[in-house]
């Protein structure tokens, strides 16, 4: 495969993947849960954003960054906790306690994408 499908192929999959994921677990809170409450919809948005901006920024500087790709990587994992701890985190803590439910609400999105994102990494790095 071509590098240059890549951003195409993992735009692809992460919105699909993702799109997959919401209903499923939309589908699965939605038994006793108030999915407004959980800000499900701002995770997953959240999530595809950050992990679009961290691949496009590793595929665009790949040639002449090289050396850097793996801290470009690492920068986007922090930023996305980052975001999450400003957006989130304050939602899911205003009874004091961060349920496991609120986790995986952020969880379940932010896994996906860093495991496409680390697949897709390893391919640049090994065609690099």
Not at 68 to 92: D, M, Q, W
Not at 96 to 106: A, N, S
């Amino acid at each position: 495969m071509k590098q240059r499908a890549y951003p195409i192929l993992f735009t692809s999959i992460l919105l699909l993947g993702l799109w997959g994921l919401f209903f499923l677990q939309s589908w699965m809170l939605d038994e006793g849960h108030e999915l407004s409450s959980l800000q499900l919809t701002k995770s997953y948005v959240l999530n595809a954003i950050m992990a679009l901006i961290v691949f496009f920024a590793i595929y665009f500087f790949r040639n002449k960054y090289r050396d850097l790709l793996g801290f470009f990587f690492l920068g986007g994992s922090l930023v996305k906790f980052a975001l999450f701890f400003i957006f989130l985190y304050p939602i899911f803590n205003e009874d004091g306690v961060l349920e496991r439910l609120e986790f995986l609400v952020f969880f379940v999105p932010y896994g996906f994408a860093l495991v496409l994102e680390t697949f897709f990494l390893v391919k640049l790095l090994n065609t690099v």
